[in-house]
């Protein structure tokens, strides 16, 4: 090939820019555009448990392969529990950017912490993620916080109702738990949490600044941190929790005997190193 000679270095330099002009690249992705928009739900509806709805998303591009649908029930405070438990959902799947979710009474919560009763439950969001992803632009959460109704967590009569735990679950020492009730109406006020070692033939209160009354910010709600020990009340000394697998909780109306108004787990849990 013949090789070009120019006069001056001014000419070289146009005739690079012209030879170059032709040549073109695709922009690059703009890496601060949401590449995930959640379309349903939106936040503020009420959802009957046993009933079906269509979670739906979109994505940008061919930015995001893969993606989990989760679900809080705590306005996304704690962990989110994967709805679609049979694996990521991928473009290729004909069922893409849709998941149908039978609305359900209780969930299974992460890391083999058991399941949670919902009963009426005004906290809740949906998510839909890029698989593991933390970056918020590959996150799409409901704007609003929406609400699951069941027919009737009160049964037999029963005016508490345990939320969580309800048996099962293996806590370990110095992990926090939520332990979480309703109420029907108002006819619970103050309630005492409490916990026994032995299947439930001791029972010793946890909330030892006293009773948790239902003007309180944290009602329905209580933080335990697990403890290796437990101090029992009436001089009985201190229990060793530790490999106990014969823990309950309970949660009682202030003092009282009747049976309506105490909710205990309905199996036993097990603590943990």
Known sequence: MAAFQFKSMAAALLAFSILGCNKTTSPAPNSSEKQITLLYPRGGETFEAGKTIVIKWSTKGMMVDAVDVEFSLDDGK??????????????????????????????????????????????????????????????????????????DPFVGGKQIALLYPLGGESFKVGQTV??????????????????????????????????????????????????????????????????????????????TGDPNKIAITEKTFTVLP
């Open 78 to 151: 704690q962990e989110w529990a994967t709805l679609n438990t049979d694996g990521a959902i991928r473009p290729t799947d004909s069922d893409w950017g849709n998941f149908s979710w039978t609305v359900t009474d209780s969930l299974e919560l992460p890391s083999s912490q058991g399941t949670i009763k919902l009963a009426n439950n005004s906290k809740c969001r949906i998510r839909v993620r890029q698989f593991q992803a933390k970056d918020s632009l590959q996150i799409s959460t409901t704007p609003e916080v929406f609400t699951v109704t069941i027919l």
């Open 178 to 255: 939520q332990i979480k009730w309703a109420v029907k109406g108002n006819l619970v006020n103050n309630v005492d949490v409490e916990l026994s070692p032995n299947d439930g033939m001791i029972w010793t209160t946890m909330n030892q600044t006293g009773s948790i009354d239902p003007t309180d910010s944290n009602w329905g709600n209580y933080s335990w941190i697990v403890t290796d020990s437990l101090e029992q009340e009436a001089g009985q000394g201190n229990v060793e929790l530790v490999n106990n697998s014969k823990c309950r909780i309970r949660v009682r109306q202030y003092s």
